[in-house]
């Protein structure tokens, strides 16, 4: 990506930025664009080139965020009418690091609200379009960073993935995703939806830039607990995989999923054992049942964690409101969108009294039997292959009326989640009809950049 220095005007790279956004406006990648704040952070870091003084790593280089990050900066919405008007006080620790080196925000891009969904469809200000065929849906629930990295816009956004928020979209728009380990990029000042399984990360053009960027991000912070100790280190190149061998999950090579997808992933397969690694393949039975334990554990967590909005201490208050029970009633009612009420709703259902131990209980320990399913694979390979989803992008509005066939788009990318892998999408083909299909690498915790030194080495450039 191009940095500020005494030929690149910081100021040039902003304006540039803010003029694609509004030439591509009709895809509707972002909520709100920050203009003026971003061309005097833009002015500020030229005159510092001038004077001669040091500059960040990502000096000048302007960026979206996922409008689920808190800044200072204009409204922090979660694309919920429920914060459409929330000046957040704080900084993410993300956001600060990321501005720390220099870059610059010029817009908060689009969501499912809450980031409950994998389409963008779920957003209170109505869907992203793909970056490649404007009929069809982002990706969610980061679809707005996805398509202003897609369009080049931004040469990199950062995004929030729960459950394949940051992979998905990055496949269905055909750019680099990378969702780290849990715990590898503090939680602190992003909208929470399920804590066990929330990890920020970003988009980006290629490996490299990604890279970049996660190494800035990462790293304990006292602000969230569940940080790692900073293992992000500068160079790639030293991040080896030890045995060079990956396997390939027949589970997600079967018939439900779309032939190009089960091709371009079978084609990069084969790339990579030019490469050097030797590929085999693995069954992984437990993995059916993934999904199952997703929207359980996940509903619990969001029902906890969406109680905070009671229309006394955050956004939105009802104006109809008359007593306080209307006051959480009528407010909660007006500022959550339909999906994230189905959440709240299975939520409680899930951790009531009656039923905790038949499902709640039930699914905390199917989700440890995951990750041993994971672990003993990891005991021979260095990393495991498959797609990111069943299928290329879908049609805007055709999952909507069916909240579960939309919960099943995500069958590949909520597994890495709820064992807190990490896992990232690579852009590697395109279909018939043009759009962009993603594969999946994911590896033990903390290997985060073997997956990335693994891509890097059989990238196109
Ligand atoms: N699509 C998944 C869901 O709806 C993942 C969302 C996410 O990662 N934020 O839960």
Redesign the pocket.
Known sequence: MKIADKNTKAVDLVRAALEKAKEYEDYHAFISMNEAHALERAREIDAKIERGEPVGRLAGVPYALKDNFSSPQGHTTAAAKMLEDYPSPITATAVAKIEAEGAIMIGRTNL?AY????STENSYFGPTSNAYDKERVAG??SGGSAVAVALDIVPFALG??????IR?PASFNGVVGVKPTYGTVSRYGVVA?ASSTDTMGCFAKNVEDANLVMGIMAGRDEKDSTTLADFWTKDLTEATPKQKKIALIKDFMGDGVDPEVKAAVNDYAGKLKKAGYTIEEIDMPILKYALAIYYIV?PAEVSSNLSRYDGIRYGLRSSEAKDLDSVYNMTRDEGFMPENKRRILIGNFVLSSGFFDAYYLKAQKARTLLIDAYNKAFEKYDALLCPVAPRPAFKIGENTADPLQM?LE?VM??PP?LAGLPAMSIPVAKSKAGLPIGAQLVGPRQSDQILLNIAASVEDK
């Open positions: 499912d980031a409950h969904g994998g969610g629930s929030s993935d729960t459950g394949g928020s998905q939806m996940v919960y995500d990318t909520v989640s």
